[in-house]
Structures are given as C-alpha cells and as structure tokens.
C-alpha cells in the first residue's frame, strides 16, 4: 500500500487528521480509522491509475473513479454500514482539502452513499445494567482498579456519557461537581448533571489509585499509570455479560443508551434527554430510546394539554 501513496499524499492527510485533533471533540480512536479509510482510498486511487497517488490526482477524482473505489470495496465484502463510514470520511477530508487548495470536489461530494437499515439501539434492562456495574467490581484483582471500572460505567449509565467523555475527564474535574461541561461530538458543549452516585464511585476510584494525578492529566488510569483506554472497559464489559449471560451488544455505549431509555421510562422529557445527550437531532434521541408506542403515546398524553381527553378514549 505505501508505495501506492506520494509522499505528498501523506503529509496532506496528516495535516488534516492534525487539523481534526486540534478542533478537538474528536476521538483518538476516530482518527485512527480515519487514517485507516483514506489511506485505503488513497491506495486504490494510485493502483486504480497506475502509478503513486499525488495531490493533482486527487484534485482530479471523477465520478467513475468513486464508483470504481466503492465497487471493490463491495468485492472486498465491506458492508454497506462500514462503505457508507468510509465514504463519510472521504468527503470530509475533500471537504477540508478543496477549501485549503481552492478546487472542486463535486464528483467526491456528491457521491451518494450506500443504502442499509440503522439498527436500532439496544439498552440493557434496569436489572441487567446495575448488575453489569456490581460485576465488573468482582473481576478484578486489585481493589483501585474494579473501583476505576465502576466509576467509569457510573458515568455512563448515571449520567449519559459516551466512553470517549468519561475517559476523557481531567484531574481538575475531581472531586465531580453537581455539573460537568461535556464537549461532545462536533464540539458541542452540554452541561450534565452528575449523580450523587457517580461523585461517590469516582471519589472511591480516586482514594484507592495509587498514582498522582495532575490537573490535565487523565483521571482514569491504566494500570501501570497512563491514560485509560476506552479498549479496556470494553474488555471488562465483555467478561462480566458473559458471567451475566448478557448478548454482545452489552457495550459501553449500551450502558448511554441504557440511560437514556430509562429515564424517558420513568417519565422524562424527551427534548431535555436531548440535550443531556449532546444530540443535535430529536430523531436521533427517538432512535436511542427503545420505549414502545404505547409507552410514548402514555408520556405524550400526560403531558399533552388534553391529555385527559387523550387517556380517555
């Protein structure tokens, strides 16, 4: 593949990937498959032409070179789900590279992605996500680090974060306040409540970890002291749903969307669940909710004006 890239080929795409760290709310683990799905692209350009791919030829990508790239990728057996990510990523870094080099990318921008149904979410049940928090706790053998494990899925299960927010979090964030600033995805900044529940399992991380924490440093930490790896709450999640018999969508981002189908359940607003979430759309909020019609057209007729008249019938 190297030989099928330019030099300056290269350096472009780490100038951009670098201008994506820099606007930051982006996550480390997105920009390595950012890197991973141009450089692929990039590959097949220059196979595609015969030669190392350069900028001019980049500049210069037709619309039949798009659809030639998406056929092999479908010949290769990439799903219409993992096409349809790495066509996000493209554009956007055609987006950026037009912009800074002053040509048109309409061939690239308006390549249509490839069609596939959203699976919908799927939260664990109440029982099962506090049963995923006492498991972990039980699984490790060092008391500071299945203290680390709960106070992480407390936060994602308490209040909402996604791994990449948790993991996130400063030494100056700690002790938690009753609010935290959260910038998410984009950019965006909300403000989220924290849970007496999660200042208490952070706080008990926090006693037991046996290292110093500087207030820009990582306040989760690995076990020989760097920074947490959202790769190991995965694994830890992994081996406590198969104690539990829990299927393999009991995730970290399982426990998010477990806190958001729960708190709509017990009579939550969906547009204030929005903005806990960072969502920018309302329909992706729905999406993240598995509550049944019934149950939705009960929380729309409380708080419908005639919502009596609604119950009624």
């Known amino acids: 593949m190297a030989g099928l890239i330019s030099p300056a080929a290269r350096d472009i795409l780490e100038s951009w990937l670098k201008h994506l760290s820099a606007l930051g709310g982006v996550a480390e683990n997105t920009i390595e498959a950012y890197r991973h799905d141009l450089a692929g692209f990039f590959a097949f350009m220059g196979n595609h032409h015969g030669g190392a791919i350069g900028l001019e030829p980049l500049k210069s990508v037709t619309t039949s070179d798009m659809r030639s790239w998406m056929a092999h990728e479908r010949d290769r057996g990439v799903a219409a789900r993992s096409l349809a990510r790495q066509l996000s990523a ?3 870094f055609f987006r950026w590279f037009a912009e800074r080099d002053g040509f048109e990318p309409t061939a690239v921008l308006a390549t249509r992605s490839p069609k596939f149904q959203k699976k919908l979410p799927r939260p664990l049940a109440k029982d099962a996500a506090k049963a995923m928090i006492n498991t972990v706790e039980t699984q ?3 008391d500071w680090i299945a203290a680390r494990d709960v106070a992480v899925l407390t936060l994602l299960y308490g209040c909402g974060l996604r791994i990449s927010e948790a993991l ?9 306040p009753d609010v935290l600033r959260i910038t998410g995805k984009g950019g965006k900044d909300r403000i989220v409540p924290v849970l007496d529940a999660a200042k208490t399992a952070v ?6 970890l046996p290292y110093e924490i500087a207030p820009d440093e990582a306040l989760f930490r690995g076990a020989r002291g760097g920074a947490l790896s959202a790769r190991i709450i995965a694994k830890s999640m992994e ?3 198969m104690q539990l018999g829990l299927p393999a969508t009991a995730t970290p981002h399982a426990m998010r969307h477990s806190f958001a ?3 709509l359940e017990a009579g939550g607003d969906l547009r204030a669940i929005q903005e806990l979430l960072g969502h920018a759309s309302l329909s992706t909020t729905q999406a993240y909710t598995a509550v049944d019609t019934a149950r939705l057209m009960e929380i729309y007729a409380k708080a419908h004006p005639r919502g009596q008249d609604l119950r009624s019938r």
């Open 261 to 263: 189908t729960h708190l």
């Open 140 to 142: 490790r053998p060092k």
């Open 203 to 208: 706080a008990r991380y926090l006693k037991a």
């Open 239 to 241: 081996n406590a749903r």
């Open 168 to 176: 996130g979090l400063k030494g100056k964030d700690a002790p938690l």
């Open 90 to 92: 493209v554009k956007s």
